[in-house]
């Protein structure tokens, strides 16, 4: 006969076993993330190495047209055009951070601005990134504004719409029926979700829109707004096979200056999400208008007054400031 004898008792884990586990993971996880992103990043010398000690924090948020990268199948899918040939923006934007309490801005610089670019004269601001790079559009910024750069952070074509792509598509909500064939855009109006090459058309599309390099602006914002949203929602962190594709895509993206670290690179995830929370300010430098300038074409002209005390504001880390003209260009917008 078989022998008998008490039922085996399952060894059970210890509960700080299963706590320190955990913990551990819950640590590990978001390194992980960080040493992903951190392997993926570009590196460019942006700015100088010692800047000046100034309130708040101001990031320069640059989205250049390089191909860079990108196959030709890509290059036709995104409707990019032809070859990589010097350097251009069609996106210029300010983040900052301010230093005690306040919301957090991020603020559009039309690309065609019309500004004094140091050592070139007068051209449209984006004409400084392909006469000097990065350094020279960060040194034209704060001299026609007077708010230092502290740091740099610039996303090519493919990276944009890659990005889109890792958290899984975005919600767009364009104001009326668009269609761009230099953007490869055909889209009806009303709130969609839309992927990578999609979102990129319609940040970039321009001659669809009746307020042209202005309206545009808006439209980077807020693909870029919907973009960090989805990426921080709770239901993608958790999720590996999201966040870990997107730490390596969105880093590939990503361009930051040689002196950034892991903290700075932080600070910039933070503040986008901030910037693009209920309590984030989202606006455009205040403009007078458009005109033509010799040598330049047409150009956008500031508002000299409103352009001074906005950036007067943000030299001093006071965005409370700078509700009141985000709210107006909100309602000019609605209307």
Partial sequence: MPATGRPRRRRRVPVKTIVLLVVL???AYP????AVAWTHLGRVDALPADTAATPGRTYLVVGSDSRKGLTKEQAKQLHTGGADVGQRT?????????????????????RDSYVKIPGHGHNKINA??????????????????????DDYAEIGFGGFAAMVDAVGGVKICPKRDMKDKDAGLNIKKGCQQVGGAVALGYARARHSDPRGDLGRVE????????IVS??????????PFRTFPLASSG?????????????????????????????GLSMTVP?????????????????????????????????????????????????
């Fill in 25 to 27: 993971a819950v640590i």
């Fill in 287 to 335: 403009v007078a208008g458009t005109g033509n300038r010799p040598g330049a074409g047409s150009v956008v002209l500031w508002d000299d007054a409103k352009a001074r005390k906005v950036f007067a504001a943000l030299k001093r880390s006071d965005t409370k400031a700078l509700r009141p003209y985000a709210e107006e260009q909100k309602a000019q917008l609605d209307k």
């Fill in 230 to 239: 989805k990426a921080t929602q709770p239901s993608t962190l958790i999720n």
């Fill in 128 to 149: 400084a990134f392909a006469f000097g790079g990065p350094k020279l559009l960060a040194r034209t910024i704060e001299e026609a504004s007077g708010v230092q750069i």
């Fill in 90 to 110: 069609d996106t210029i934007m300010l983040l900052h951070v301010p230093a005690g309490g306040g919301p957090t801005v991020i603020m559009s610089i039309p």
């Fill in 251 to 279: 880093a590939s993206a990503l361009t930051v200056d040689e002196h950034t670290g892991p903290v700075a690179l932080a600070r910039f995830v933070l503040g986008m999400k901030g910037a693009a929370g209920g309590n």
């Fill in 219 to 226: 439209r980077q914002r807020e693909v870029l707004a919907a």
């Fill in 31 to 34: 390194i992980a993330l960080l």
